[in-house]
């Protein structure tokens, strides 16, 4: 058990409506990383938060947002869901961003599927 | 841009055989190295890192060496167990100088051991 926790773990809806993904990262911890694991595209950074506010942004999609609250745990929203969002969604936790070799601390991930 | 390439798989053993999963990596500056497993239905655990050239990780008997001149970083174990059937993804973070520590994968192998 990493400590990072995700909700809910299985998803199943419908293309073109809204979903949010929910991370509570190790206690501690005050980054926070999303990334993406699919088929086709492998495992792909999407965004990083650090205490709340956003440090990194990467292969992710306009239709995608995130963020982090003051408690810190953090939010991944998809909506206009197509069938290539079909996803397994992870989050990960640091310490803090600054130092290039820490460690992070992945969650179960989300499984995320798009009918 | 930064990547990670390595083996592709699957690599199917014998219990008890000698394992090299090969890791190559493009990178400016100089990036910590990561190699994470996922095991079946769960999320990504850290199996060993390496933080500047020549360090050696190591963990339950997997070990891999920060190679700077071949730009590698091979995982090795010297008898593998049924139970170490697993993807297993190379990973790079801060080689564009520490900015953000987002993590670079590989595409994975899968290995699959059999008794």
């Known amino acids: 058990d990493s400590g990072v926790t995700q909700t809910p773990k299985h998803l199943i809806t419908a293309t073109g409506q809204r979903v949010t993904l929910r991370c509570s990262p190790r206690s501690g911890d005050l980054s926070v990383y999303w990334y993406q694991q699919s088929l086709d595209q492998g495992l792909q950074f999407l965004i990083q938060?650090?205490?709340?506010?956003?440090?990194a942004k990467g292969n992710i999609l306009e239709r995608f947002s995130a963020q982090q609250f003051p408690d810190l745990h953090s939010e991944l929203n998809l909506s206009s869901l197509e069938l290539g969002d079909s996803a397994l969604y992870f989050c990960?936790?640091?310490?803090?961003?600054?130092?290039?070799?820490?460690?992070?601390?992945f969650g179960p991930g989300t499984r995320l599927l798009v009918l | 841009g930064d990547s990670v390439t390595q083996m592709e798989g699957p690599v199917t053993l014998s219990e008890e055989a000698f394992l090299t999963i090969n890791c190559t990596y493009t990178?400016?500056?100089?990036?910590?190295l990561f190699w994470y497993v996922q095991y079946p239905g769960e999320g990504l655990q850290l199996l060993l890192k390496a933080t500047k050239a020549d360090d050696k990780g190591s963990n339950k008997g997997f070990e891999a060496t920060y190679r700077k001149e071949t730009t590698s970083f091979h995982l090795e174990k010297g008898s593998v167990q049924v139970s170490d059937s697993a993807v297993y993804f190379c990973?790079?973070?801060?080689?564009?100088?520490?900015?953000?520590?987002?993590?670079?994968f590989g595409t994975g192998t899968l290995l699959a051991v059999q008794p």
């Open positions: 990960a936790s640091s310490v803090e961003p600054g130092e290039y070799q820490e460690t992070q601390y």
């Open positions: 990178a400016t500056g100089y990036p910590s």
């Open positions: 938060y650090y205490n709340g506010e956003e440090r």
């Open positions: 990973a790079l973070s801060g080689g564009l100088g520490g900015a953000t520590n987002k993590l670079i």
